[in-house]
């Protein structure tokens, strides 16, 4: 299973972010046959065509949220087929911030990783405990609850990557410790081949949260870690290309 190196860029990038893409396509030819990982950058969409123009097939664009729906009346949304158009070929899917902010379900989710699926898009479907449940020793029940209820039933390492994202460890500088993600990793990679069977193992299950080129190393060289989700670290080409440096050299 090739690691996959995943940028969300949040609400981040003025046309001028483009430089950034241009830099990061620069270091990526410099790493040549050294990469070792796929490399995915999710921009905000109104750079999506624009960033593919840019990427010209040196990493791969993704979304960071669709509707349900092809298309309709849904007012300020986009669908998955809109990103396709636009040269994605992942979206992200139930991002913390999306379930808190936008009272998204697991429902809503699992509906948006089929959209994403129908117009040929990956999902990456997010996970994560907050700090309250992790106190509580409730987090592998919350993610086993986020599994079951995001995850559809047609979901396979062909069409989805699930990203585990503790949400007190994201933008805040926190992580969790090295034993925690192999024990949370390993608990998501169970309950995935229980539910979807054999297949699911190659599933890859991302870890993200205060990714940094400080941490990446120990992060992505975990069992069961395969590759990252980067929010802040993936905005400057430079910190993000150590990111993917730092798989590249495990
Ligand atoms: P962060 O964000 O790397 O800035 O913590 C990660 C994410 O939200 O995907």
């Not at 409730?138 to 585990?164: F, H, K, M, W």
């Amino acid at each position: 299973m090739r690691p996959l190196v995943a940028g969300n860029w949040k609400m981040n990038g003025l046309t001028a972010s483009l430089a950034e893409l241009a830099s990061l396509k620069e270091g990526l030819a410099v790493l040549g046959p050294r990469l070792g990982c796929d490399v995915l950058v999710c921009p905000p969409a109104s750079l999506i065509a624009q960033a593919a123009a840019a990427a010209a097939g040196a990493f791969a664009l993704g979304g960071q949220d669709c509707h349900p729906k092809g298309s309709g009346a849904h007012t300020g949304d986009i669908s998955a087929e809109m990103l396709k158009d636009a040269g994605a070929s992942f979206v992200i899917v139930g991002h913390s911030e999306r379930r808190q902010h936008h009272g998204e379900s697991d429902g809503d989710v699992a509906a948006k990783a089929q959209a994403a699926w129908r117009a040929g898009l990956k999902a990456i479907i997010c996970i994560g405990e907050t700090e309250a449940q992790r106190h509580a020793g409730d987090a592998n029940d919350n993610c086993g609850r986020q599994l079951e209820g995001s995850v559809p039933g047609g979901a396979s390492a062909a069409n989805t990557v699930i990203a585990y994202e503790p949400v007190w460890a994201i933008g805040t500088g926190k992580i969790p410790t090295a034993a925690d993600i192999t024990a949370m990793h390993d608990h998501i990679r169970s309950s995935l081949v229980r539910r979807l069977g054999e297949g699911a193992r190659g599933m890859p299950i991302l870890y993200g949260g205060s990714v940094k080129p400080d941490n990446a190393g120990e992060i992505l060289n975990l069992p069961e870690v395969g590759g990252a989700l980067v929010g802040g670290a993936s905005l400057k080409a430079i910190d993000f290309l150590s990111i993917i440096t730092a798989i590249s050299a495990s």
